[in-house]
C-alpha cells in the first residue's frame, strides 16, 4: 500500500498517509487544523537492494542511456 504525502494549504503542516490507490482520489483531512485544503507532493520512496539495505530514489544515479552498470553495493 503506498505512502503519499500531502501538505496542508491553510496551515502548511506536511503529512504522511498510507493508503491504497483507491483510497488516492478521495479528500484527505488535515490533522491539524481539519483543512480539506491538501495538496498530494511528490516525494521519494525507498527500494530495498539485494543486501537488504534501503536506498532512497532522490539520491539515485540517474542514467541517460538507462544500460548503465549499478554502483558497487557497499
Same mark, same amino acid.
Given at each position: 500500500? *503506498? @505512502?503519499?504525502?500531502?501538505?496542508?494549504?491553510?496551515?502548511?503542516?506536511? !503529512? $504522511?498517509? @498510507?493508503?491504497?490507490?483507491?483510497?488516492?482520489? +478521495? $479528500?484527505?483531512? =488535515?490533522? $491539524?487544523?481539519?483543512? %480539506?485544503?491538501?495538496?498530494? +507532493? %511528490? /516525494? !521519494?520512496?525507498?527500494?530495498?537492494?539485494? /543486501?537488504?539495505?534501503?536506498?532512497?530514489?532522490?539520491?539515485?544515479?540517474? =542514467?541517460?542511456?538507462? !544500460?548503465? *552498470? @549499478? *554502483? *558497487?553495493?557497499?
Amino acid at each position: 500500500m *503506498p @505512502l503519499y504525502e500531502y501538505e496542508c494549504q491553510k496551515c502548511g503542516k506536511v !503529512t $504522511e498517509i @498510507l493508503q491504497s490507490h483507491a483510497e488516492a482520489d +478521495k $479528500e484527505v483531512k =488535515c490533522p $491539524e487544523c481539519g483543512s %480539506f485544503e491538501m495538496n498530494r +507532493k %511528490f /516525494s !521519494t520512496f525507498g527500494v530495498v537492494m539485494g /543486501s537488504g539495505k534501503a536506498s532512497s530514489a532522490g539520491s539515485a544515479v540517474s =542514467c541517460p542511456t538507462g !544500460t548503465c *552498470p @549499478l *554502483p *558497487p553495493m557497499s
